[in-house]
Nanobody, 116 residues
Framework: QVQLVESGGGLVQPGGSLRISCAAS????????MNWYRQAPGKERELVAS????????NYADSVKGRFTISRDNAKNTVFLQMNNLKSADTAVYYC?????????WGQGTQVTVSA
């Protein structure tokens, strides 16, 4: 079955860095666009970054441009989000998502907390 498992979240100070990962299984990862979303308390889930199947096309939310980098390793069925210069506003649960045959598939999320 399709599985998306996020890892790497944690507590980091403002200005710090963190890399989170999403390990995928149960589908053809190398043919799938992958996305990172986040949801802060009391807010709607928002798209953070997307990467096409080969990594050719990448998009970022304006709020993270220049600070976050999405990448993927198709040999390891894993997508990454490198987060630098973290701010308190980046505190959220981060989810990876893909769409298969018109159905969205989500991971369970990983908590990222930016606090002094």
């Amino acid at each position: 079955q399709v599985q998306l498992v996020e890892s790497g979240g944690g507590l980091v100070q403002p200005g710090g860095s963190l890399r989170i990962s999403c390990a995928a299984s149960g589908f053809t990862f190398s043919s799938s666009t992958m996305n990172w979303y986040r949801q802060a308390p009391g807010k709607e889930r928002e798209l953070v970054a997307s990467i096409s199947s080969t990594g050719t096309y990448i998009n970022y939310a304006d709020s993270v441009k220049g600070r976050f980098t999405i990448s993927r390793d198709n040999a390891k069925n894993t997508v990454f989000l490198q987060m630098n210069n973290l701010k308190s506003a980046d505190t959220a649960v981060y989810y990876c998502k893909t769409s298969l045959f018109g159905r969205d598939r989500w991971g369970q999320g990983t908590q990222v907390t930016v606090s002094a």
